[in-house]
Structure formats: structure tokens, C-alpha cells
């Protein structure tokens, strides 16, 4: 088997190899951080734990194609080989669609988690209804391609088969349109959190991770351009296939990402440590005595946002679900009565002052004024 292989197929496979293996490593943390740290699995791990599964399915059959001569010119690949080849393509593209639809539920769930105003969960099931229909239709049609299904890999069958360039610059075009409608839709929520601005900055680079896949989609789309109009596919289908590879589990690490902060901060506490907002001030004021005297104040305050009821999640984003009482002017007694069901923002402020210590004559000084005016 390994005889068919090409250096331009293996190099694909290397690729592929990589990034299954860094999407691997992120849902493992994901999976470590919220079952053991955070104890709160949601219906989001379990979507991503299935779009890896079946992104290790997609690398599978991306094995069977390089050691099927992938990347070979397909007029030096012998009729046998070349039918075990385009079966593993044609198992490996519902594979590849299969968990890009997982990853984007992932990501959507965790928004329904996060965003708990009816407003933003009724936009989140709008978007996995779209989804669910959308998924369905890139599977059944990536499956069913030709009819009969034997008409994929051999065109000598008698039957009917889709326009693949046309299937295939649709379904990359509907991929594209989601992806920026799941990067947008969480940042006017975010914009409006009452947080400093590092902080609303830094909370949005982190949803904005979404932007990576996007990125992978055009560049993907690009080659399924050069194999549409290619008259050699076996050859020019390495860029198509290690693109998927590469979008598919850029996904799954930029979904995993946001749910590792918990890990990330015990391990880094420096670097991933919760935010926190700091200012010393120093004045000056006469003492009593109408000398110029120095007293120094200290004053520090530090800022810690809490999501959900428990402090102890304050380094985790799926408690971070601002309510519609957030968008609203304060109301003092409905904050004291109604239960917590967005950010909790608590400061601590200590203050220190100190003054130089004052000399004998100035308390004796002090005292005789005193005495001289009690009659």
C-alpha cells in the first residue's frame, strides 16, 4: 500500500496530522477543565467531543486517499487503486462537513449558555435550527452525490450525479455566511458590558477566535477552485483536502479555547490570571497644628468580575450572562431583591494613611490652645 504514496500526499497527511493533533490536545483540557475544575459539562462539550470524533474519522480516510496515491497524476494510478481512493474521498467528505456542523453547534450552545437574555437565546436557536437544516442538506447531498452511489468512483456506472462544482462552491459559500454571522453575533452584547476597556477588549478577542476559521474557509475555497477546474483531481486534490483538515480543527481548537481559561490560569496565573484594575493616589492637606504637614493616603482598588453564583467560577466564561436589567438604567431596590443572574462586579478599596510623626511641642502646642479656650 505504502508504494502508492507521493511526497506531495504524505506532506498533506503531516499537516492534517498536526493540527488533529493540536484540536485533540485543546478538547482534552476543555474536557479536563470543565469536568474535574469547573464540574459544569454542558451540551458544548459533548457537540465538540463529536466533531472530533469525527475529525479523526475524516483523517482516517485522509490516510486511506495518500496511500491510494493521492497526489499522483492520475494517469500513472492503476484503475484498482484509483477506486479505493476516490471511495475514502467520498466517505471522508461527510466526515469533514459532519464535524464542521458539530463545531459550529459547539459554539452556539456556549453562546445559549453564556447569553442568557431571551433576545440572544431565541437568535442562538434561530442560527442551530439554520444549522440543523443546512447540516443535514451537506450531508445527505455529500453521501448521495451520484446516484447510484457506485457512480462516484466509477463514471462508467449508468446514473445521475450533482454538479460537484457547484455543490461544492455552495456549501463553502453557506459555510463562509455562518461563520460570520456566529463571529458577529455575540460582540454588541459584549460592547455594552459595563467592564474597563482592556478587559471588554480582551473578553472580545477571545470570542473573536471565530475569525481563524473564517480565514481557513476562503483559503480553502480557494483551492476547491484549482480542483473544480482541474483535469488531473488525483493530483491537485492534496490542497482541497489538507485545507478541510485544517479548517475543520482550526475550529475545534478556536471553540475549545475559550472554555481552557480555568487550566490555563492555574497553570499561568501571570499571564491568564482574572483582571483587575488598580490606582494609588497621594494628597496633601495642613495638619491640625497649621504647619505644613505631608499626609500620605494610599488607596487601592481592585476589581474582580464574577459570573454566575458561585465566586469560585470567576475565571470561567459560561457564567458570564449579562440580563436584561444590564442594558437598563440602575434600579437600586430591584438589584437588592432579585436574585444574581448576570455579572457580579465587586470592588474592594483599602486605604492607608500615614502622616510624620509629630514632635512633643506640637502636642503641648495643641494642648495649651485647648486649655486657653475651655473656660
Known sequence: MTTHSTTRGRSALAVSAVFTTLATLLVLVRIYTRAFMVKQMGADDYAICIALAFSWVFFGMFIGE??????????????????AQMIYFWISIPMYQTSLIATKMSILLQYQRVFSTPRMRLACNLLIGLLAVYGTWTVVTAWATCVPLAKFWDPSVPGFCFDKKALWFSNSAIHILTDVMILIYPMPVLKSLQLPKRQKFALMGVFALGGFVLITSILRLQSLLVIANSTDPTYDNVGAAAWSAVECNVAIICASL???RAFLSRLLPHVFSTGSNGYHSRTTRPSRTGRSHLTATNTQMQASIIGGRDADHDYDLDKLSPSESSFRSYDKRHNAQAPLAGIKVTTFVTQESSSHPVADDDTGSTNDLVHKHDF
Not at 69 to 76: D, F, K, N, S, V
Request: hydrophobic content about 50%.
Open 258 to 260: 475559550p472554555s481552557t
Open 66 to 83: 495518500v496511500f491510494h496515491a493521492m497526489g499522483e497524476h492520475y494517469i500513472l494510478i492503476p484503475a484498482a487503486v484509483y477506486k
